[in-house]
């Protein structure tokens, strides 16, 4: 008998609401990120993600960026240069050790990311207007318990 015959098939998840609704979440975020890559292009959203956090955080170093995204050293590394010739940041030396560069947004580069921000801002208020206040907060609260969950220590 094959194993769709069978009664000793497998159990697959996709009758399971944990899972069910786990992929609804997934795809939510993958729909949101294209329509936000797709608006704020020629822009690419790890670009965003360095101006942010920038903009947030001036003068942080290229080690610690990478750490705030997530991401290693050299994702960091590559976007950068394309940054810096775009005349969107600039990365000036540490003046208490010359071995360190500091990241900075140029005018250019807080111009740009206030446009982006202006984009993203409005996709999210149409998304989330799907839910009332309270199931926005509610959704807040269980996604920032799993980040926490799974974080690494």
């Known amino acids: 008998m094959t194993a769709a015959g069978s009664t000793d098939a497998p159990r697959l998840p996709w009758d399971n609401p944990r899972f069910r609704n786990w992929i609804a979440v997934v795809r939510?975020?993958?729909?949101?990120?294209?329509?936000?890559?797709?608006?704020?292009?020629?822009?690419?959203?790890g670009q965003l993600d360095v101006l942010m956090n920038l903009y947030r955080h001036p003068g942080l170093s290229q080690h610690d960026l990478a750490r705030r995204l997530l991401v290693g050293r050299s994702n960091i590394t590559m976007l950068l240069p394309q940054l810096e010739s775009q005349g969107l940041l600039r990365r000036d030396p540490d003046?208490?050790?010359?071995?360190?560069?500091?990241?900075?947004?140029?005018?250019?580069?807080?111009?740009?990311?206030?446009?982006?921000?202006?984009?993203?801002?409005?996709?999210?208020?149409?998304?989330m207007a799907q839910?009332?206040?309270?199931?926005?907060?509610?959704?807040?609260?269980?996604?920032r318990r799993i980040s926490e969950a799974l974080k690494e220590d």
């Open 28 to 45: 939510a975020e993958r729909a949101v990120v294209r329509e936000l890559a797709k608006a704020i292009a020629p822009l690419k959203i």
């Open 95 to 127: 003046e208490s050790d010359r071995r360190v560069l500091r990241l900075y947004l140029t005018e250019e580069g807080e111009t740009r990311l206030m446009a982006a921000m202006e984009i993203y801002v409005a996709l999210l208020d149409r998304v």
């Open 131 to 143: 839910s009332t206040p309270d199931q926005c907060e509610r959704l807040g609260d269980q996604m």
